[in-house]
C-alpha cells in the first residue's frame, strides 16, 4: 500500500479519523529490536577450570555482572554493546572494555576487548559467542 492510497483513502473517510490512521500508520513503521537487557552464557571458557562457564548478566540499571566475581557497567554505543570492568585477575588491577555485537538470534559475539589502552579487533573466526539465556 503506497502513501497517497492510504491518503486517498484517509480523506474519503474524513479528517476525524486522521488521527488514528496515522497512529496505526506510525506504529506499524517502529524498528523493533530485542532487549539487550538479560543473561549470556558461554560454555567451557574460564581457563583453568574448562567446566566453568563464562555468564555475562545486563541489568536494566546499567550494572553488568561478569561470571559472578566482578561487576561493571555496560552500555550501547555506535551499535556495540560496551562492557566496562576493573579485573583483579593476577592480583593487578586493570580496566577491561568488551565490546559486543548483538546478531540476529539475539545472542551476543565479542569482537573486540580493550588491551593495555588499545581497542584490539577479533578476527571473525575468533568471535566468542554468548547465547542469551533469559
Known sequence: MTIAFFLRK???????????FLGLLLVGCKDK????VGEYRQENT???????PFVLVLRKDGIAEISG???GKWNVTNNEVVVSYVSTFDK????WDNYYRVDE????????????GK??????KDFKRLKKVK
Open 46 to 52: 574460564m581457563g583453568i577450570d574448562s567446566n566453568m
Open 69 to 71: 566475581f566482578t561487576t
Open 33 to 36: 529490536q530485542p532487549s539487550i
Open 119 to 124: 581497542r584490539v579487533e577479533n578476527f571473525e
Open 105 to 116: 538470534s539475539g545472542d551476543l559475539l565479542e569482537i573486540a576487548r580493550t588491551i593495555s
Open 92 to 95: 593487578e588491577e586493570s580496566q
Open 10 to 20: 484517509v480523506k474519503n473517510l474524513g479528517m476525524k479519523y486522521f488521527p488514528v
